[in-house]
Structure formats: structure tokens, C-alpha cells
């Protein structure tokens, strides 16, 4: 893990890193690291990280419905969405 | 708790009284006070983010830690208290924090130590504070031992579901709620519609009375009140303004205006403020109530180097007193805590994110969520435009995700 996230740092800066925390977020409903824990929702860690950028953005902008998603991806900026995304794809995919 | 790792607490403390020559480790050494969901969760990530290289005790009386959140389940009987009772193993063993079953007496400041009820003596590098609230039985006479609050998941809400059992068909429930702010904003209400659930079944010709100090429903008011309207049509009555401010006999309340209220099961919600050792240390610097904080580091607006979480904190505008918002209280603070032991800058705008569950049935649920970021003109925590709500309607989907919620948050706060 920690020789993967060297090679994260030097390849996209620091954005798995912000992204570990800002991930931190969304860590009480979907698993520490994205893992989770017996869900109802699907494994975040080791998506890609199109795909997860995608759903945000649909979750913010209105297009994929939801019961809370598109109530909390509103506060997040592209940007930080994106950096979230960097994170959760280097993840391992259980 | 482990009888060795109850001794490799000691033996920290002994090694940080300085009474021997035991030079002071190199690691940097954090002290956490309360294993709930704010001390436990900054527990584990300071652990986590720092790669092990901080180490870090935890210190908390009880040997297992109880959720609040879900335990009005178990007044309305789909769920036991046990269901809601978690092991504290996983801090140790997996995270390898240092466990110690003991409560902290005093906080000094200036010579950086906690002081244990056992008189043994924490020395910290930082400190993090994370006490929840103790009720003020001062405004309350006649009622402390007398009537039950279960209004920190325990023997108490089993002692009130007991009760309700107990209580024959025709019988009221009465529930009082302080002034804002207290534990839980919408928790009384989802009490209220556990308590009715739980008559809908057994005692349908049972009342269920909510007298509020608050002029309205502090939380998802028109989700609860149209829930009470139509799901629990003639059972549940709401009173609005009805500061209770005595109890007699232990069955009857009395408002500020002198109404009088008779119940035949009363579950007082005392008012509320920051737990004790806040007070001790004076931290309880706002309102003689709650602890101020640095909203980039919750490091304590008196103390420098201690940091206070969750419940106990002065909120910034529209923050809850969450269970999940300490988690994530927690985590700001874990990050800062990892950066400035590192020499580094914290981040300067941090974002919280918030997710109230409430059960209005065994199945079906509804929910608040808010987006909190960091506004350096205000230097608070603001709710981030356009972001946040609350459901359509009560549904078992949220029900499930409610669940989830829970398993979840107990696992990446604990495990």
C-alpha cells in the first residue's frame, strides 16, 4: 500500500492524498478506504476512476436519481470530486 | 479491556511522569479522552495517516462502546441493545492504539498531562478531548435518579423499554425535550415515533405526548409531523413551548408556565452541555455550554494543543450534534493533529459532510444530510450552497441504506 501510494504521489501530484481525505467524508456510509462493510451500496475502492467522476457529477447535476447522493455531491467542487475519484481507483477492488 | 494492554497504558504513563530515567520516546505521543464516535474515529486515523508513526492512547471507562444512534430502535423492539454494543478490540489490535479503561480526572494544560481516576498520569504530545455531553440536572429538580433520559444508549434504554412494556394499554408516554442545542436534534422525535410504533402493535389505545422547550420540531419537522398525522394518526400529540423545568413523584412534569402533566411511562431528555473534564479544563469557554474550536483543527480556542470534538464543541451555524458529524469532526482533527506533528501547515478549508438516519418505523426511514466547508471570512464552517436536504418521504429503501449507515460508520469508526 504504502509503495503504492508513493508511486500515486509521484504520478498525480497530490491528489490521492487530499483525495484520501477528503474521501474521509463519505467513509461513515460507504467503508473506510471505500471498502465497505456488509452494503447495501456498491464497492467504491478500485472503480475507475472515470466511472466514479461520472456518477458524482450525474448525482450533482440531477440526472441519476437518488435518495441523498445528489443532496451531498452538490457540496462537493469538480475538482474535489476528482481528487476523491484519483483515490478511490487506487484502491484495491474487493 | 486486556489486563496487558491495561499495563502498556501505565507503563506510558509511568515512563511520561518523569520520576525515573526513562528517556522521553521519540515518537510523538497523542492522548484521546473518550472512545464515542468522535475519539475513537480520531483514534484510529491518526493512527492510520500517520503510518504509525504517532502513537496514541486511548482513554474511555466504559469496556464496550454502545451506539446512540439506533437505540430508540430498541424502545420500539425491532432491535436489542446488544444489536448496538461493539467491541473496543479493534482500536488495539488492529490499529495499535493503547487501550486504557479509566476516566480522566484533570486536564493540566501547561505541564501537558491527564490525570486518570486510578492517579496514574497521561503525558501528551497533543491531546484530544472528545467528552460528549452531561446533562444539567441543576434545572431540572426532582428529576436526576428519579426519571430516566436514555439519552446515552445503556442500561437506562433498556430500563425504558422495559417500562413500556410494562405499562398497560390505555397508558401515555411522555417524552420532554430541552432548548436547542442539544445531543441528536431529531433523535426525540424518531423516539417518539419508535414509542408509537411500538403501541401500534401492542397497545393501540396508548398516547404518546411530546412536550418540546423548542417553538417547533428542531429537525425534519414537517417529515415528523406529517408521520404523526397520518401513520400514527391519534396517538402521537405534539406541544410545542413546554419548557419542562420540574418533576414530581417521578410521573409528572411541570412547565415553566406551571402546566402540570401526568404520564404513565416519562422519559425527561435533560438539558444539556460540554462533559465533565471539559469543564475542568475550562475549555467550556462558550455560553458556560460548549467548547470553542478552530474549525481547521478543533484544536480549543483557550487550550493550545488540545483539540475537542463531537458533541461538546460549540457547532458552527446549522451543524448538528451527530454521532456521524463527530466521525467527521474527528477527521479534520486527525489530519491537522498528523500535519503539525509533522511540521507541516493543515489544510486551510476543510469540508465535513453530515447524515442523520431517523426510524420512523421498524423499516422506514428519513433522513437530513448537509455539506460543510470551511469559509475563511467567517472562519466557521458553512453550509455549502445548494448542497444538503432531507427525503421525499419515509421509505424502506432508506431503510436499508439506513443500516448501512450504521454498519458502516461503527466499522470505520471502531474496526
Redesign the interface.
Known amino acids: 500500500m504504502k509503495a503504492l501510494f508513493v508511486v500515486l504521489a509521484l504520478a498525480s501530484g497530490s491528489a490521492a492524498a487530499n483525495g484520501e481525505r477528503l474521501y474521509a467524508n463519505c467513509s461513515a456510509c460507504h467503508g473506510t478506504s471505500g471498502a465497505g462493510n456488509g452494503s447495501a451500496l456498491p464497492v467504491l475502492a478500485g472503480q475507475s476512476k472515470d466511472a466514479l467522476v461520472a456518477s458524482m457529477k450525474a448525482f450533482k447535476d440531477g440526472t441519476r436519481p437518488a435518495t441523498i447522493m445528489h443532496q451531498i455531491a452538490k457540496g462537493y467542487s469538480d475538482a474535489q470530486i476528482e481528487e476523491i475519484a484519483v483515490f478511490l481507483s487506487s484502491g484495491k477492488k474487493k | 479491556m486486556k489486563r496487558r494492554q491495561f499495563i502498556q497504558g501505565i507503563g506510558v504513563a509511568l515512563a511520561a511522569t518523569g520520576c525515573t530515567v526513562i528517556p522521553r520516546k521519540a515518537k510523538a505521543h497523542v492522548v484521546v479522552i473518550g472512545g464515542g464516535y468522535g475519539g475513537a474515529t480520531a483514534a484510529k486515523?491518526i493512527r492510520m495517516?500517520s503510518?504509525g508513526a504517532i502513537d496514541v492512547t486511548l482513554v474511555e471507562p466504559n469496556a464496550a462502546f454502545i451506539s446512540c444512534p439506533l437505540s430508540n430502535l430498541v424502545l420500539g423492539g425491532s432491535r436489542q441493545l446488544q444489536d448496538l454494543t461493539l467491541s473496543y478490540d479493534g482500536l488495539g489490535k488492529v490499529h495499535g492504539i493503547r487501550m486504557v479503561r479509566d476516566m480522566a480526572q484533570a486536564i493540566d494544560v501547561d505541564k501537558r498531562s491527564v490525570k486518570l481516576a486510578s492517579g496514574a498520569t497521561l503525558q501528551y504530545d497533543r491531546l484530544v478531548v472528545s467528552p460528549g455531553v452531561d446533562f444539567i440536572w441543576d434545572e431540572l429538580p426532582g428529576a436526576q435518579d428519579k426519571v430516566l433520559h436514555a439519552w446515552k444508549a445503556g442500561p437506562q434504554t433498556v430500563a425504558l423499554r422495559a417500562q413500556l412494556e410494562a405499562m398497560p394499554d390505555g397508558g401515555n408516554f411522555v417524552i420532554t425535550i430541552p432548548p436547542a442545542p442539544y445531543r441528536c436534534p431529531p433523535g426525540p422525535y424518531e423516539r417518539a415515533c419508535q414509542v408509537a410504533h411500538y403501541f401500534s402493535v401492542a397497545k393501540p389505545r396508548s398516547k404518546v405526548l411530546v412536550l418540546d422547550a423548542n417553538p417547533d420540531v428542531v429537525s425534519k419537522g414537517a417529515l415528523f409531523k406529517k408521520v404523526w398525522a397520518q401513520k400514527y394518526a391519534g396517538m402521537v400529540e405534539y406541544w410545542p413551548n413546554f419548557k419542562t423545568v420540574a418533576t414530581d413523584v417521578g410521573k409528572r412534569v411541570v412547565s415553566e408556565l406551571g402546566e402540570r402533566v401526568q404520564a404513565s411511562v416519562l422519559n425527561v431528555i435533560p438539558p444539556q452541555r460540554a462533559g465533565a473534564i471539559a469543564v475542568q479544563a475550562g475549555l467550556m469557554n462558550v455560553n458556560k455550554h460548549w467548547c470553542g474550536v478552530n474549525f481547521q483543527t478543533f484544536e480549543s480556542t483557550v487550550a493550545p494543543l488540545v483539540h475537542v470534538l463531537g458533541d461538546a464543541i460549540q457547532t458552527s451555524p446549522l451543524m448538528p450534534k451527530s454521532g456521524?458529524m463527530a466521525?467527521?469532526h474527528a477527521?479534520v482533527c486527525a489530519?491537522a493533529v498528523v500535519d503539525l506533528l509533522n511540521g507541516r501547515t493543515p489544510?486551510a478549508a476543510p469540508?465535513?459532510?453530515n447524515?442523520c438516519y431517523s426510524f420512523v418505523s421498524d423499516k422506514e426511514v428519513i433522513?437530513v444530510?448537509?455539506?460543510h466547508?470551511y469559509d475563511a471570512a467567517q472562519k466557521t464552517l458553512i453550509v455549502?450552497p445548494?448542497?444538503?436536504?432531507v427525503?421525499a418521504a419515509p421509505?424502506e429503501?432508506?431503510g436499508?441504506?439506513g443500516?448501512?449507515?450504521a454498519?458502516?460508520?461503527w466499522?470505520?469508526t471502531l474496526?
Open positions: 486515523y495517516w503510518e456521524h466521525n467527521q477527521k489530519a489544510e469540508i465535513l459532510s447524515t433522513h444530510a448537509s455539506v466547508a455549502v445548494g448542497s444538503g436536504g427525503s421509505s429503501l432508506e436499508e441504506y443500516m448501512n449507515w454498519r458502516n460508520n466499522a470505520d474496526f
